[in-house]
């Protein structure tokens, strides 16, 4: 079983590795697709192909159940905005193993939803007057 903690909303969630349904967006089992099968608000403008940064997390507790960095997402979290030690992009990082994850969605990312900003995906940014 696997569990990850999004903070700060501090909202947990528990599924089986090999049932999660993939929904095309980041790596099989990343931060990204797990946020989406669960609806949680996680930023990602350019769809998960690990083109932007909009989807940085900070691995606060179990990185050793996530897959290594490849060298395309150190590229790209060397643009992050806020770049710590744990830092990994919710579209790349994926569990490789069972076990219990916390991550942090910065407050930059947050804080544009907040204040009215809705989602940086594309599919949300085009007016529905323009669709």
């Avoid at 989807?55 to 897959?67: A, N």
């Amino acid at each position: 079983m696997a569990k990850v903690t999004f903070l700060p909303e501090n909202r947990t969630v528990e599924f089986e590795l090999d049932k999660l349904p993939y929904h095309d967006h980041g790596k099989p089992l990343s931060f990204l697709d797990i946020a989406m099968n669960f609806g949680i608000q996680l930023e990602h403008a350019c769809g998960g192909n690990c083109a932007c940064t909009t989807c940085h997390v900070v691995v606060k507790q179990g990185g050793e159940c996530l897959s290594e960095m490849e060298d395309e997402e150190a590229d790209k979290l060397d643009m992050a905005a806020d770049l710590q030690l744990g830092s990994r992009l919710g579209c790349q990082a994926h569990f490789v193993r069972d076990g219990e994850v916390v991550i942090e969605i910065p407050s930059w990312s947050r804080n544009y939803v907040s204040e009215g900003g809705g989602s940086m995906n594309l599919g949300d940014a085009i007016p529905s007057a323009n669709r």
